[in-house]
């Protein structure tokens, strides 16, 4: 099994939910970030949060901070989200045993400190598991919020980064492909998180 995996497919096709429905309680002891979709009192979708993976698994006392506000058109996004909350989390993964990047590919990727950080943890020996932007939500996220070309030039950049990398592996959910992609994380977490002395709980 390749030491990072990455799923990939259209928005709100259930990557995120596969990853933590597969890692449970360890997600708690992950390194890297999540992304969170905040919502008002009635329920409706307001906006993006940014917040430690472990949160996400249900450790207290951390807090997350929003990147997109959804209340207008077209949305707000507060870049500088990435430039602080985003690289010290990547800067502190190498002291987590393995990372979950959740997701990348996104605004996040305008931002030079963050791909700095970025580029240092898909270059290290560290195992990844996350999520990357697929190329046509790429491509909606730049009409609607305006980043320019030069975002969809980072972008890609980065999946050819990816998919260049003899340890990556993308799984696409698409279709009827969510249980195979559900295996190949499984099998992810039995690798390089399960044998490290942490069990699914």
């Given at each position: ?90 800067e502190e993964a190498e002291w987590y ?105």
């Amino acid at each position: 099994m390749k030491r990072h995996l990455f799923l990939s497919g259209p928005a709100f096709c259930g990557k995120s939910r596969l990853l933590r429905e597969e890692l449970g309680a360890l997600l708690q002891s992950a390194g890297g970030f999540c992304t969170a979709l905040d919502r008002d009192e009635k329920g409706s979708l307001i906006g993006c949060s940014l917040m430690p993976a472990a949160m996400a698994g249900g450790v207290e006392g951390l807090e997350k901070e929003a990147f997109l506000d959804m209340r207008s058109f077209p949305p707000a996004h507060d870049c500088e989200v990435f430039r602080g909350l985003g690289v010290r989390l990547l800067e502190e993964a190498e002291w987590y045993p393995f990372t979950v990047l959740d997701e990348i590919g996104g605004i996040d990727v305008i931002i030079p400190q963050f791909r700095y950080a970025l580029d240092g943890l898909l270059a290290s020996e560290l195992p990844l598991l996350g999520v990357v932007k697929a190329r046509e939500d790429s491509d909606r996220m730049r009409q609607m919020l305006g980043p320019g070309e030069r975002y969809t030039a980072f972008a890609e950049r980065l999946w050819k980064q990816l998919q260049t990398d003899p340890e990556t592996e993308i799984i696409g959910i698409r279709g009827n492909a969510e249980q195979e992609a559900a295996g190949a994380v499984r099998e992810w977490i039995r690798e390089y998180a399960a044998l490290r002395g942490y069990t699914k709980g």
